[in-house]
């Protein structure tokens, strides 16, 4: 975890993204991108130059078969409030609407929902766990699909909500999550979407992986890139 929390802190520091007395609600999937990011900024809680409480907030999509059971268990030893949001997201997406293409509207509807608990419960700022991956992914999948030069920022403010939107991940890889979840025994809850790993995300996954076997740096490059022109 050591790696983990110095890229975090680096990260938090170098866009002033945590200001004393501030409430954070970790949006908490269950997947092990929020779940270490929770435990992460547990840690980093402790020695922070900041004084701020945490929290997280699940959004239970509505598929039948989730148990969330091992998030509470988690939660609860970390000493962490938890609130889980039941709502019917799966059923708008996929029996209502029958998407195609789900991810956006999904998105869309997960977030208005935690921002708007988040808000009722009193935080100001939702930290979310998009890593160094998610960042360059995403840029791919703006430039290819939508013919433009866009990625997401590591603070955006929401005027309509009157919050920030932290992301203080985004200088950890995802294999650098995969090693720290395995090595202090995090728990993780299968994604249950039908969509998994059939996205336009995954196919920028497995396309980075195929530039990466000729050019070994191409992610990190792309994301000096990014940092450069977008990031600083």
């Given amino acids: 975890m050591q790696r983990i929390l110095g890229r975090l802190r680096k990260c938090i520091q170098e866009f002033n993204m945590i200001k004393d007395k501030d409430k954070i609600a ?3 999937s269950g997947g092990k ?8 900024l547990a840690l980093y809680k402790r020695f922070s130059p900041q004084k701020f409480e945490l929290g997280a907030i699940t959004i239970d999509m509505g ?31 996929f029996d209502i609407k ?7 509207l999904c998105a869309k509807l997960r977030r208005g929902a935690l921002y708007n608990t988040a808000k009722e419960l009193g935080y100001n700022k939702v930290a ?3 890593h160094l991956d998610d960042l360059v992914e995403t840029f791919l999948l703006s430039l290819f699909f939508e013919g433009r030069i866009h ?10 909500k009157d919050m920030d939107v932290i992301r203080p991940f985004i200088y950890t890889y995802e294999k650098e999550i995969r090693r720290a979840i395995k090595k202090n025994n995090i728990p993780v809850i299968e994604n249950p979407c039908p969509a998994n790993k ?22 990190d490059n792309l994301f000096r890139a990014i940092y450069n022109e977008k990031l600083k």
Avoid: W
Wanted: with cysteine; charged share 30%; proline share 6%.
């Fill in 33 to 40: 991108d929020s779940t270490l990011l929770l435990y992460a």
């Fill in 63 to 93: 598929f039948y078969d989730t148990d969330l059971t091992p998030l509470i268990e988690f939660t609860k030893n970390i000493e962490i409030p938890y609130k889980i949001v039941k709502t019917d997201i799966a059923k708008i997406v």
């Fill in 98 to 104: 029958k998407e195609k293409n789900p991810c956006s």
């Fill in 128 to 130: 979310l766990a998009h």
């Fill in 26 to 28: 970790v949006g908490l």
């Fill in 151 to 160: 990625t997401f920022s590591p603070v955006t403010y929401f005027e309509d």
């Fill in 198 to 219: 059939k996205t336009q995300r995954q196919k920028m996954k497995d396309l980075i992986k195929q530039l990466q076997r000729e050019i070994p740096d191409v992610k």
